[in-house]
C-alpha cells in the first residue's frame, strides 16, 4: 500500500537557522505530494504541493521537490522564524486511482528566539 | 480561516457512552472527510461523504458512523466509547467527489477525552 515516512521529531531549531524535514513515499503510480502545517490548537492547513516529478512547491519561504528518482519531497525554509513552530505533515494523494491522502505521522518543529 | 466549523471544540464524557460531532463544510464544498489524530496512530481517514452518499471508507470502527445531510453538514456518531476513542476528530472538506492533485480543507476539530 502508500505510505509516507517523515524524520522523527521534535526539530529544533534557533531563529534564522536553516531548516530540512525530510519526507520520503512508497506509492504505485504518479502520486500528488504535499506539505500541511498544523498551528497548536489548530486544524491542518496547505503548506505547499507538486502534482509532478520536478516540480517545485513553495509558500512562505518554505520549498519542497518532486523527486521520482529518489522517492523523496524534502521541505526546506533557509531561515526559519519562531512563528514556523508548528507539526509538519507529508501527504500523498491520487497513487493507485485512490484519491484519499495518505499522511506522515508529522515532524513538530520548535524555533527558538 | 479554512471556513470549515467544527462543534465542539471539547468533550469530555465517560466510557460506554454515545457522542456526535458536527462539521459544516466550506460553502459550496460537497465532500466531508473524517479523520481521527491520536498520538500513537498519527492522522488516520475514517470515512468520507459526497453529496449525501458515502463514497469512501477507511479504519472507522463499527462502533463509529457518519452521515450527511441535505444541507451538506456532517456528523460522526461515536458509541460504546472506550479510552482508546480519546482523540482530536478533524473533518476536510473538498469541492468535489475527489482528486489525485486537490487540497483539503481542515476545520479546527473537537478533541473528545474519554475517562
Known amino acids: 500500500g502508500n505510505s509516507v515516512t517523515q524524520m522523527e521529531g521534535p526539530v529544533t531549531l534557533s531563529e534564522e537557522a536553516f531548516l530540512t524535514i525530510n519526507c520520503t513515499y512508497t506509492?504505485?503510480?504518479?502520486?500528488?505530494l504535499f506539505w500541511y502545517v498544523q498551528y497548536p490548537g489548530e486544524g491542518l492547513q496547505l503548506l505547499l504541493k507538486?502534482?509532478?516529478?520536478?516540480d517545485k512547491g513553495s509558500n512562505k519561504g518554505f520549498e519542497a521537490t518532486y523527486r521520482k528518482e529518489t522517492t523523496s519531497f524534502h521541505l526546506e525554509k533557509g531561515s526559519v522564524q519562531v512563528s514556523d513552530s508548528a507539526v509538519y505533515f507529508c501527504?500523498?494523494?491520487?497513487?493507485?486511482?485512490?484519491?484519499?491522502?495518505?499522511f506522515g505521522r508529522g515532524t513538530s518543529l520548535i524555533v527558538h528566539p | 480561516d479554512s471556513g470549515v466549523t467544527q462543534t465542539p471544540k471539547h468533550l469530555i464524557t465517560a466510557t460506554g457512552q454515545r457522542v456526535t460531532l458536527r462539521c459544516s463544510p466550506r460553502?459550496?464544498?460537497?465532500?466531508v472527510y473524517w479523520y481521527q489524530q491520536s498520538l500513537d496512530q498519527g492522522l488516520q481517514f475514517l470515512i468520507q461523504?459526497?453529496?449525501?452518499?458515502?463514497?469512501a471508507k477507511g479504519n472507522i470502527l463499527e462502533r463509529f458512523s457518519a452521515q450527511q445531510f441535505p444541507d451538506l453538514h456532517s456528523e460522526l456518531n461515536l458509541s460504546s466509547l472506550e479510552l482508546g476513542d480519546s482523540a482530536l476528530y478533524f473533518c476536510?472538506?473538498?469541492?468535489?467527489?475527489?482528486?489525485?492533485?486537490?487540497?483539503?480543507?481542515f476545520g479546527p476539530g473537537t478533541r473528545l477525552t474519554v475517562l
Open positions: 461523504y459526497y453529496n449525501g452518499e458515502e463514497r
Open positions: 501527504a500523498l494523494t491520487g497513487a493507485g486511482g485512490s484519491y484519499i491522502p495518505t
Open positions: 506509492a504505485t503510480g504518479y502520486p500528488s
Open positions: 460553502s459550496g464544498d460537497l465532500s
Open positions: 476536510a472538506s473538498h469541492p468535489t467527489g475527489g482528486s489525485g492533485t486537490d487540497t483539503q480543507y
Open positions: 507538486a502534482t509532478k516529478a520536478d
